[in-house]
């Protein structure tokens, strides 16, 4: 053969190759996709049809003591107008939320966003925990839509919404007395006594903040969100876990740090709340003119001092019982401090609130941080960092 017949042939044998093996390399990455997202979707589904199965199992076993309904989808969709934006009420870490008119009754529906972090794992956490829950300051769970790749919790409507909108408003808070905030302290810490000892299980809530607080139309306020409790059986009252989730500024250090949570991690929470309500302000992100401490380490200064009626939101001075603020406050800074051991039981602090019993001294609270001035602080970092006392650095990160 004529070497230029070779060397046609090895030519083409060559763009043969070009062309062949890139096409079944393609084809075997796009198979390779297609039963990846095949599997998936199996799995989800597997997934939703096992939880159905778990809740109606739950539900068919515990009926003589609560029901939960199961609603269809068309029935969610018509009752909020097709999720129209109209009917949106706002969004959280769950998904959007929906205002709704459902058998007459106003609703508020939590639909699960394919965005959300949070998942079937969540989902199932809420409807155990709060259907079998009956309290007038936890919020009401009037049934669940599981439907494909809907996950929905339907609740009673609040007409009033979240605390978080009312007490970190400028022009809403000056509606909220002493004696509506004294209300809802003592509502909050009700609902705590409730889901602490008085449940059935011992349900500790881990994320308990402003934003979880909701109002009824009368301004009582209602626990929510029970997507990251716990339940605990028998006595125990501590548990740890590797993954820790709530949000920052109201979490326990030793939550924070060693992922140990109990009923003791709440009552810092409900602590740092009590200080929000009376002061106005955040705790994480507080400012003010003559320091860089936060709320806890400002409420901390002035309770040394003697200036504890100076933490009282400046909207509301002068229409308050003087010695009732600063029991409320003594009793939010027994609450937030450092070691579990130090803080009150709810049971205690609901005895407390409610009579004249002596109280004992705070210590320093947990987390009384300062903030590093700029010419301090590490220009490579991205998040900003805070100090304490002991030369511990907590880096604060972004809540969920």
Known sequence: ???????????????????????????AVILGFCLFVFYKRRQKKKGITNLVREINF??????????????????????TNNFSDECKLGEGGY??????????????????????????????????????????????????????????LIYEYMPNKSLNSFIFDERKRKTLDWSKRYTIITGIARGLLYLHQDSRLRIIH???????????????????????????????????????????????????????????????????????????????GFRHANHDLNLLGHAWRLYKNGKQLELMDDTIKGSYVHTQVKRAIHIGLLCVQKYP?????????????????????????????????????????????WSSSNHLSVTYLQPR
């Open 1 to 27: 053969m004529a070497a230029s017949e070779l060397h046609r042939n090895a030519e083409a044998k060559r763009k043969v190759r070009i062309i062949v093996i890139p096409v079944l390399v393609g084809f």
């Open 58 to 79: 739950a539900i068919d076993n515990e009926r003589e003591d609560w029901e939960l309904p199961v609603f269809g989808f068309n029935t969610i969709a018509n009752a």
């Open 95 to 152: 998904g959007p939320v929906y205002k709704g008119t459902l058998e007459g009754i106003e609703i508020a529906v939590k639909r699960h966003s394919r965005k959300s972090k949070q998942g079937l794992d969540e989902f199932q956490n809420e409807v155990k925990c709060i259907a079998k829950l009956q309290h007038r300051n936890l919020v009401r769970l009037l049934g669940c839509c599981i439907e494909e790749d809907e996950r929905m």
């Open 206 to 284: 881990r994320d308990l903040k402003a934003s979880n607080i909701l109002l009824d139309k009368d301004m009582n306020p209602r626990i929510s969100d029970f997507g990251l409790a716990r339940s605990m059986e028998g006595s125990k009252t501590e548990a740890n876990t590797r993954r820790v989730m709530g949000t920052y500024g109201y979490m326990a250090p030793e939550y924070t740090i060693d992922g140990i949570y109990s009923t003791k991690s709440d009552v810092f929470s409900f602590g740092v709340l009590v200080l929000e309500i009376i002061n106005g302000k955040k705790n994480r």
């Open 341 to 385: 051991e130090d803080r009150p039981d709810m049971p205690l602090v609901v005895v407390m609130l409610g009579s004249q019993i002596p109280l004992h001294e705070p210590k320093q609270p947990g987390f009384y941080t300062e903030r590093r001035r700029p010419q301090e602080a590490d220009c490579s970092s991205s998040n900003p960092e």
